[in-house]
């Protein structure tokens, strides 16, 4: 299996609502990342998780919360978001430390109403 | 500091011409390079990396690039374009011995018949 699977495919929530993304990769890969890209640019890393700790949150809003229950799942907890945080949630795995390449999700594209 | 730059925002080329796309990066420590291709409403694929040995790298769909360490460049080439290459492409750089990926501002490849 050399793929990550992201869920759901598309998202549409309300600013009150609490909903969660899910990613699961199953190649063995210690690494897994969220990133968030807005239309028309590029991906911007939000937060790694290494060996299923949380070792880079790059200043997220707390309204977004990773969590990695196993080393195959990365999920992102999301409540009361801004209409603005309207997005591809995008999910990557990888060996870790640049060692051999990652491997990215679909996405999952949110939208908030 | 480390960054990846595509000065390039957006290249038109006719099909069947050659096309470059320039990649230059910033850091003080080895990298590791990539190009991803991303249509739309799509995630990202790799096309192509660079790890280590020979500095010209064959990826998927003809598309090859040279990694030159003295101008800190990976620049993208194909020979021959397609219609179908139409498509956003990003430049991205990991630093040796961290789990960061981080993305250029991407190069709007548009092929015109």
């Known amino acids: 299996d050399t793929e990550v699977t992201q869920t759901p495919k598309h998202l549409v929530m309300g600013m009150t609502n609490k909903k969660s993304l899910k990613c699961e990769q199953h190649?063995?890969?210690?690494?897994m990342y969220w990133y968030k890209q807005k239309a028309k640019k590029p991906p911007e890393l939000m937060f790694v998780?290494?060996?299923?700790?949380?070792?880079i949150n790059e200043s997220v809003p707390s309204r977004f919360s990773p969590e990695c229950p196993n080393s195959s799942l990365l999920n992102l907890h999301l409540h009361a978001l801004q209409p603005e945080d309207s997005a591809l949630y995008l999910c990557?795995?990888?060996?870790?430390?640049?060692?051999?390449?990652?491997?990215f999700g679909s996405g999952t594209r949110l939208t908030v109403v | 500091a480390q960054s990846v730059t595509q000065l390039d925002s957006q290249v038109p080329v006719f099909e069947e011409a050659p096309v470059e796309l320039r990649c230059n990066y910033s850091s003080s420590v080895s990298v590791y390079l990539f190009w991803y291709v991303q249509y739309p409403n799509q995630g990202l694929q790799l096309l192509l990396k660079?790890?280590?040995?020979?500095?010209l790298v064959k990826g998927i769909n003809g598309f090859e690039a040279e990694f030159n360490k003295s101008q800190t460049s990976f620049h993208l080439r194909k020979p021959s374009v397609h219609i179908s290459d139409t498509a956003e492409y990003f430049c991205a750089v990991s630093f040796y011995n961290t789990d960061k990926l981080i993305f250029g501002t991407g190069t709007r490849l548009q092929v015109f018949p």
């Open positions: 190649m063995g890969h210690r690494a």
């Open positions: 660079y790890l280590s040995g020979s500095t």
């Open positions: 990557a795995s990888s060996h870790g430390q640049g060692s051999g390449g990652y491997t």
């Open positions: 998780y290494s060996y299923e700790k949380l070792s």
